[in-house]
T-cell receptor, first 115, second 113 residues
Framework: DADVTQTPRNRITKTGKRIMLECSQT?????MYWYRQDPGLGLRLIYY???????NKGEISDGYSVSRQAQAKFSLSLESAIPNQTALYFC??????????????FGEGSRLTVL | DQQVKQNSPSLSVQEGRISILNCDYT??????FLWYKKYPAEGPTFLIS?????DKNEDGRFTVFLNKSAKHLSLHIVPSQPGDSAVYFC????????????FGAGTILRVKS
């Protein structure tokens, strides 16, 4: 079983719908992240959380919100989806101890299509 | 404004030869540089990293070189194998901001047998 699990893996929705992407991890890491990948742009940080009570915006947080329900769970919501939010979304985790290397552990991704 | 740039969208190499993937950055404050590898339908996986105080780090067939004066790093894969075919992302981090990685756009590597 994957250490970082994302659901759903694929989702097609319509403009204006509310969507939630969920992430759970069994690595015991405190830090969790949401990135999106677009062709030609690499991975860009949407939100991150260093512990359950800590939520921070990344470089492209507009149109998104997050919830850190527990140490192991971090969900990403699109309140009113729009077509340019069509992308591949990745959840990632890191250990406080890996702060000196920056290593992240990624889930397998959630492909979202907004029509 | 992209702080980490991978200017080659793709690279094709013959099996057994060297693959060289390049990355440039603009922020001289970055502490660590990392390379991630991504196969289709999978998440990126960590490959190798280098601290900003070093100029080379080697791990088996993979070597990363850092040239701070040029704000340039490269990943060398020797010898290249067909299983190395993947997308390679260069990333950089600032320790003071935690593990917030800044990624390049990626380079698709194809190793031909």
């Amino acid at each position: 079983d994957a250490d970082v699990t994302q659901t759903p893996r694929n989702r097609i929705t319509k403009t204006g719908k509310r969507i939630m992407l969920e992430c759970s991890q069994t690595k015991g890491h405190d830090r969790m992240y949401w990135y999106r990948q677009d062709p030609g742009l690499g991975l860009r940080l949407i939100y991150y959380s260093f512990d359950v009570k800590d939520i921070n915006k990344g470089e492209i947080s507009d149109g998104y919100s997050v919830s850190r329900q527990a140490q192991a769970k971090f969900s990403l919501s699109l309140e009113s989806a729009i077509p340019n939010q069509t992308a591949l979304y990745f959840c990632a985790t890191s250990d406080y101890g890996s702060e000196n290397t920056g290593e992240l552990f990624f889930g397998e991704g959630s492909r979202l299509t907004v029509l | 404004d992209q702080q980490v740039k991978q200017n080659s969208p793709s690279l094709s190499v013959q099996e057994g030869r060297i693959s060289i993937l390049n990355c440039d950055y603009t922020n001289s404050m970055f502490d660590y540089f990392l390379w991630y590898k991504k196969y289709p339908a999978e998440g990126p996986t960590f490959l190798i990293s280098i601290s900003s105080i070093k100029d080379k780090n080697e791990d088996g067939r993979f070597t990363v070189f850092l040239n701070k004066s040029a704000k340039h790093l490269s990943l060398h894969i020797v010898p290249s194998q067909p299983g190395d075919s993947a997308v390679y992302f260069c990333a950089a981090s600032l320790m003071v901001y935690g593990n917030k990685l800044v990624f390049g756009a990626g380079t698709i590597l194809r190793v031909k047998s």
